[in-house]
């Protein structure tokens, strides 16, 4: 079983949509979690923090499950710039390596 | 541009060449990461440095790979005898203090061995 495991997608949707990610992870002592995100043939970037009482960054809202080992990201009112591969990632123990799932593929079309 | 920087962008090179691929910091980050990337998978992680220091190391790196960071500045990574399962993209990334902090990666060295 793979430490952080994500839905490869691609998830296909209409722009104005609300799309949800979800991810599982493994490690129950993991301490930090984050998405990322990725555009074709580029590096990851930070998308937003997760913290345990979830958080929202203007469209995208994050949430922690610890009790389930599960991330969640939800966007709501897709652009079509959204279109990325988001990359799930947790930190088993806090200043060491992240860990990171395969990636979502969001495709939000016009 | 004060990003994180690695060199080269790309590299081809025939199987059983060495390979050495260099990563630039963010000036004041301690910490430096590579991982490596192929095309549809999230990025594996490899190595980890707290300043000079190589913390962890992955599985994945094998024998034929090694790993410097002198003085906590850049840090180089070495595949000797390279063979085609070693094509990727490989990526460096830095980040300051905890593992709370933002990882900010660079553009990344893709490698194809022939």
């Known amino acids: 079983r793979k430490e952080v495991e994500q839905d490869p997608g691609p998830f296909n949707v209409p722009e104005g949509a609300t799309v949800a990610f979800n991810c599982t992870y493994s490690n129950s002592a993991s301490q930090s979690f984050f998405w990322y995100r990725q555009d074709c043939r580029k590096e990851p970037k930070l998308l937003m923090s997760?913290?345990?009482s979830g958080n929202e960054d203007g469209r995208f809202t994050a949430q922690l499950n610890r009790a389930s080992q599960y991330i969640s990201l939800l966007i709501r009112d897709s652009k079509l710039s959204d279109s990325a591969t988001y990359l799930c990632v947790v930190n088993p123990n806090a200043g060491n390596m992240l860990t990171f799932g395969g990636g979502t593929r969001l495709m939000v079309k016009p | 541009d004060t990003g994180v920087s690695q060199n080269p962008r790309h590299k081809i090179t025939k199987r059983g060449q060495n390979v050495t691929f260099r990563c630039d910091p963010i000036?004041?980050?301690?910490?430096l990461y590579w991982y490596r990337q192929t095309l549809g998978q999230g990025p594996e992680f490899l190595t980890y440095?707290?300043?000079?220091?190589?913390?962890?190391k992955s599985r994945l790196l094998s024998d034929r790979f090694s790993a410097e960071r002198p003085k906590g500045s850049f840090s180089t990574l070495e595949i000797q005898r390279t063979e085609q399962g070693d094509s990727a993209m490989y990526l460096c990334?830095?980040?300051?203090?905890?593992?709370?902090?933002?990882?900010?990666f660079g553009q990344g060295t893709r490698l194809t061995v022939v």
């Open positions: 000036s004041e980050h301690n910490r």
């Open positions: 440095f707290q300043n000079e220091a190589q913390l962890e």
């Open positions: 990334a830095s980040s300051l203090g905890t593992g709370d902090t933002e990882a900010f």
């Open positions: 997760v913290y345990s």
